[in-house]
């Protein structure tokens, strides 16, 4: 019988996705976390043969834990359950070591297979998987592509404003003026096409100059 870990800050989804598994007769469920830390300590002392995960949680998020869980070495796999749209978590999930990717929508009609499929040494994702893969590579490469475009300092701006600095905070950090900074901003915004601050922190995302609260 599959060991599975289940993972989620809810306890009413953890008992539903138990109660669905033991309920198939395909898996035994041996653990339960709350949080990404408590996720990976018990992957650690429990080695499941599954782990299913979900990615919002407070403190250390699904990704990371994920990516925590892929490297302790063992042969326990991942199952990311979640609410998230594919479009956007698919691909970090996958980087950070998931064997599966799965919407807490479909879980009722899917889990069981999914489990099945990924502890037989499978991959489990959606149907549009190579698609959405494919596009979001090709996003990212056209980001760093658009980087190599930049100037240092210009680099350092886009870097510094994703992260929430004002032009004067960034100008002290740079041992620069407002209005210069402004300026390398404006000259940054004008390069890569990009009208406000949201669209500054998708590209310092996408091109990797800005990562994840959770990775740094």
Same mark, same amino acid.
């Given at each position: 019988?599959?060991?599975?870990?289940?993972?989620?800050?809810?306890? /009413?989804?953890?008992? #539903?996705?138990?109660?669905?598994?033991?309920?198939? &007769?395909?898996?035994?469920? /041996?653990?339960?976390? %709350?949080?990404?830390?408590?996720?990976?300590?018990?992957?650690?002392?429990?080695?499941?043969?599954?782990?299913?995960?979900?990615?919002?949680?407070?403190?250390?998020?699904?990704?990371?834990?994920?990516?925590?869980?892929?490297?302790?070495?063992?042969?326990?796999?991942?199952?990311?359950?979640? /609410?998230?749209?594919?479009?956007?978590?698919?691909?970090?999930?996958?980087?950070? #070591?998931?064997?599966?990717?799965?919407?807490?929508?479909?879980?009722?009609?899917?889990?069981?297979?999914? /489990?099945?499929?990924?502890?037989?040494?499978?991959?489990?994702?959606?149907?549009?998987?190579?698609?959405?893969?494919?596009?979001?590579?090709?996003?990212?490469?056209?980001?760093? &592509?658009?980087?190599?475009?930049? %100037?240092?300092?210009?680099?350092?701006?886009?870097?510094?404003?994703?992260?929430?600095? %004002?032009?004067?905070?960034?100008?002290?950090?740079?041992?620069?003026?407002?209005?210069?900074?402004?300026?390398?901003?404006?000259?940054?915004?004008?390069?890569?096409?990009?009208?406000?601050?949201?669209?500054?922190?998708?590209?310092?995302?996408? %091109?990797?100059?800005?990562?994840?609260?959770?990775?740094?």
């Amino acid at each position: 019988m599959v060991r599975a870990l289940l993972v989620d800050d809810h306890a /009413v989804v953890r008992a #539903g996705l138990k109660a669905l598994l033991e309920a198939s &007769g395909t898996a035994e469920v /041996v653990g339960e976390a %709350s949080s990404g830390e408590e996720a990976v300590a018990k992957a650690r002392s429990l080695a499941p043969d599954i782990v299913v995960m979900d990615l919002a949680m407070p403190g250390m998020d699904g990704i990371q834990a994920t990516r925590r869980i892929a490297a302790l070495g063992t042969e326990t796999k991942v199952l990311v359950l979640t /609410v998230h749209d594919e479009n956007e978590f698919l691909l970090p999930a996958l980087e950070a #070591g998931a064997d599966g990717f799965l919407t807490k929508s479909a879980a009722d009609t899917d889990l069981i297979g999914a /489990v099945e499929v990924i502890v037989r040494g499978h991959s489990y994702l959606p149907r549009r998987a190579a698609a959405l893969i494919a596009r979001q590579k090709a996003q990212q490469r056209d980001a760093d &592509g658009k980087a190599e475009a930049l %100037s240092d300092r210009e680099r350092t701006v886009i870097e510094l404003t994703a992260r929430g600095f %004002s032009a004067a905070e960034a100008g002290r950090e740079m041992c620069l003026s407002r209005k210069t900074v402004e300026g390398y901003v404006a000259r940054a915004k004008s390069k890569l096409g990009l009208k406000d601050r949201r669209d500054i922190v998708r590209f310092a995302l996408e %091109s990797g100059l800005l990562r994840p609260e959770t990775e740094q």
